[in-house]
């Protein structure tokens, strides 16, 4: 070897390690991803779910996903953000299935009456649900966008004001604000006379007789002033329930690691618990403060609550000889969600 040979040789070696030393390090790629909804400011289930959600995300993935946040309806309405998500204007939306029962039909099972009294049940119970079978593949998958987490707010009971309610059999003919669909056939079932009223109108509307009263969630009277026109609260009726989740574009999950999607659903399962603590605490609590603030309330016993199921039987049926005329498992789906409550109720 001359000695010109063994120069160049240890000055490229000296080139590899000089370009090794300046050579960029490999990380991980950041992820920013877009969440949008439509609740308030200082709603508990952005407090205690949305918020905590992101940043639990954002701890469990050492800060390589964070979040772009737009609340309040700043992006659309509630009912543009199903096509928000699938569009790719938003990664993750607050898509609920009742204002979205043409795509998401199957999902609408939670709407049923009395299938549980609780968040805490409801909500594992129903995400379970959601989370395999034909609701998955129909509803979300179908739709390009798979459930994140959701919570299951109060169940909707009986509001009513100037009428002498003492019991079921004192809704016969009452004139109530529903929403339209499976509560307000629980609603004529029970022998009431149901009026589809958005919900922003209906102090307007029981302060001028335009209805008796409303089948609203417990955990809602109070911010929509409800107990400055309401006389009498029925609860235990348990006709309706809404769930609140938020989707994530399937396109944006399939391109997150398996790291960061096990990260995202655990911060999922903790958000959902605490949001539905809550909801099932503040229910609670609400029962009190109308009783101290002179509103009469009616607490249904067993007895009571079977004559609700019996009186609402077809409903059920409706429901579920309905989508199955349409070729959709509906019966399979209502089963499969009775299981996961009963599993949730015995936990």
Do not use: C
């Amino acid at each position: 070897m001359t000695i010109n040979t063994k120069l160049d040789r240890i000055a490229a070696g000296a080139a590899l390690v000089i370009a090794g030393a300046v050579a960029p390090q490999v990380v991980m790629a950041e992820v920013t991803l877009k969440v949008a909804d439509t609740f308030p400011p200082g709603h508990y289930i952005v407090e205690t779910g949305t918020a905590y959600w992101m940043d639990r995300v954002t701890e469990l993935t050492d800060g390589e996903i964070k979040f772009q946040y737009f609340g309040a309806g700043q992006l659309g309405s509630l009912r543009d953000m199903f096509s928000m998500v699938q569009t790719g204007v938003v990664d993750v939306g607050y898509v609920p299935p009742a204002y979205n029962g043409g795509t998401m039909p199957l999902a609408g099972v939670h709407t049923l009456p009395g299938l549980f009294s609780q968040s805490s049940v409801g909500t594992p119970a129903f995400f379970d649900t959601v989370t395999s079978g034909p609701i998955l593949e129909n509803d979300f998958l179908g739709n390009g966008m798979r459930p994140v987490w959701g919570v299951m707010t109060s169940t909707y009971n009986l509001f009513t004001r100037g009428k002498d309610v003492d019991g079921l059999e004192d809704i016969e003919g009452l004139k109530l604000k529903t929403i339209a669909g499976n509560m307000a056939e629980s609603v004529k079932a029970l022998g009431g006379a149901p009026v589809d009223i958005p919900s922003p109108e209906t102090y307007q509307a029981i302060r001028t007789g335009t209805v008796d009263g409303t089948i609203f969630p417990t955990t809602s009277v109070y911010s929509y002033k409800l107990d400055e026109v309401i006389d009498t609260a029925v609860l235990g009726l348990d006709v309706f329930v809404y769930w609140a989740p938020y989707v994530i574009r399937e396109e944006v999950w399939q391109g997150l690691s398996p790291e960061h999607q096990q990260a995202i659903n655990q911060a999922s399962q903790e958000a959902m618990q605490r949001s539905a603590e809550e909801t099932d605490r503040s229910a609670a609590e609400l029962e009190s403060k109308m009783r101290e603030g002179g509103i009469k309330v009616i607490v249904l016993d067993e007895a009571q609550r079977e004559q609700v199921k019996t009186a609402t039987a077809p409903v059920f049926d409706a429901w579920v000889s309905g989508l199955e005329d349409r070729g959709l498992p509906a019966g399979e789906v209502l089963e499969a969600f009775r299981a996961n409550i009963e599993k949730h109720q015995a936990q």
